[in-house]
């Protein structure tokens, strides 16, 4: 990973930019896109501990720009993050400013980002296997660019063995071969170890005493201003209001109704084994009375063993739940899916990777059901 950039990113854009040998990249232009993958992959790529949102920071920026355009191919599979974060309408450019962006970011040697799992594994065995990666991973783990090799190390454990038994079942092809066997003969036991002496290579590069500062690129708004929506890009997927990332907002699509949205919505969460606790129509209400009003309704959604997990963990959290989506008309008589967005639990680094792993879980649910309603579709 590209240690050197981080650095760079401390001395104003426009001199890095009139330095760089890549001038025509527009690092703010990434930051600004990458608002939109920070949902899942936290702000700065930084990912979760668990299966649903890898690290992408310090990644090499054109096996970002490869993975991500395999999942609009469909050549791998998550239909989910195409839809939120409107991948299918990414342009080249774009999409090269955001990995430009993301390989800049080079977390290793800070202790915040410091990859934690709870998972077995013997690193001493894990060393010796690791002897048939080195060729194309690198001996550190950090990957070799003349083999497109990715760095594994600094990668969340629970993807990394998700992702290998992916490749043992033939549904994500390994090293661009059809035919790859490196993994045939692998059993869960060895991948533990891999994967425990892989998180070693990964935290040898740690500084106990670096403080990270985030980079700052984007001029920063007042985080207070709620920001009205953003124009419509139609179908262009997600749209974040402010820097905090504080509202997820998504319009519906043309052509679907209220009552569309509402019952995907219900049948979503019906399939996620989230709970529709309540449900307030409050135009409805209001107009009863004879107020006239925008249209305005709240949804609120729970899964009580997911609230249990985190409220043990941290009694604040009961103030998230349950986990809201509001249907509001706006000013041009648009309607909008909004929710919180729970990102902000998962950047924490004071909580334990389980609770970490059910909050990003519960984050990508609730993105889910409002796709469905925006979509009209489940
Ligand atoms: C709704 C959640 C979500 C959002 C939003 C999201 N992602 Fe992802 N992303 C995931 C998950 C889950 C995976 C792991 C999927 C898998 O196992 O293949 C992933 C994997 C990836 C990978 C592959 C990483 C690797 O090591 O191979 C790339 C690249 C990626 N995402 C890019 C993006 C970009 C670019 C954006 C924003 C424009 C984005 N993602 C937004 C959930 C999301
Ligand atoms: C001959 C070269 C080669 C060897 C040997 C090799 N890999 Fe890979 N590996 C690759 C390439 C190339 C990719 C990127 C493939 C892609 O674009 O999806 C990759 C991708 C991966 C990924 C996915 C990373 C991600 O971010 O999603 C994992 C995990 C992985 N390799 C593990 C291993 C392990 C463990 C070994 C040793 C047992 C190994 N590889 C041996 C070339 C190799």
């Given amino acids: ?93 774009d999409l090269h400013d955001w990995a430009a962006y993301m390989e800049s970011l080079d977390l290793a040697i800070y202790p915040r980002f410091a990859i934690q799992h709870n998972m077995p594994g013997n690193p001493a065995v894990g060393e010796r296997l690791f002897r048939d990666c080195r060729i194309c991973h690198g001996r550190d783990g950090f990957g070799r660019d003349d083999k497109d090799a990715p760095p594994l190390a600094l990668q969340h454990g629970e993807y990394l063995f998700q992702s ?63 920001a009205a929506p953003a124009p419509p890009a139609p179908q262009a997927g997600l749209q974040i209001t402010d820097i905090t990332q504080t509202v997820a907002q998504m319009e519906l699509k043309p052509g679907v109704s209220i009552e569309d949205a509402i019952s995907a919505m219900e049948s979503k969460a019906i399939e996620l084994n989230l709970r529709l606790v309540g449900e307030q129509r409050i135009s409805q209400e209001l107009e009863a009375r004879g107020v006239e009003t925008p249209y305005l309704s709240i949804f609120q959604f729970c899964n009580p063993m997911d609230a249990h997990v985190m409220v043990v963990a941290n009694p604040i959290f009961s103030s998230y739940m349950p986990c809201r989506i509001s249907l509001v008309e706006d000013p041009q008589g648009k309607m909008w899916l909004m929710m919180l967005n729970l990102d902000m639990l998962i950047n924490s680094e004071l909580l334990p990777p389980q609770v970490v792993d059910t909050a990003i879980r519960v984050n990508q649910q609730m993105l889910e059901v409002m796709v469905a309603g925006a979509s009209g579709e489940f």
């Fill in 164 to 226: 290998i038994k992916m490749f043992q079942a033939k549904v994500r092809i390994h090293d661009d071969d059809p035919n790859d066997d490196t993994f045939d003969h692998f059993s869960d036991r060895d991948l533990f170890d891999l994967i425990a002496h892989i998180r070693v290579l990964g935290n040898q590069r740690v500084d106990r005493s670096a403080r990270f500062e985030p980079p700052r690129l984007l001029p920063s708004r007042p985080a207070q201003v709620a």
């Fill in 1 to 93: 990973m590209k240690r050197c950039l981080t650095y760079l990113l401390a001395i104003p854009l426009a001199l890095l930019l009139a330095n760089s040998a890549q001038a025509s990249v527009d690092l703010a232009n990434g930051e600004r896109i990458n608002r939109n993958c920070a949902l899942c992959h936290g702000i700065y790529g930084q990912g979760t501990p668990g299966r649903l949102s890898p690290r992408l920071a310090g990644l090499p920026k054109e096996y970002l720009v490869k993975a991500t355009k395999e999942y609009v191919e469909g050549k791998r599979i998550n239909p989910l993050m195409v839809e939120v974060a409107g991948l299918h309408h990414i342009s080249d450019r």
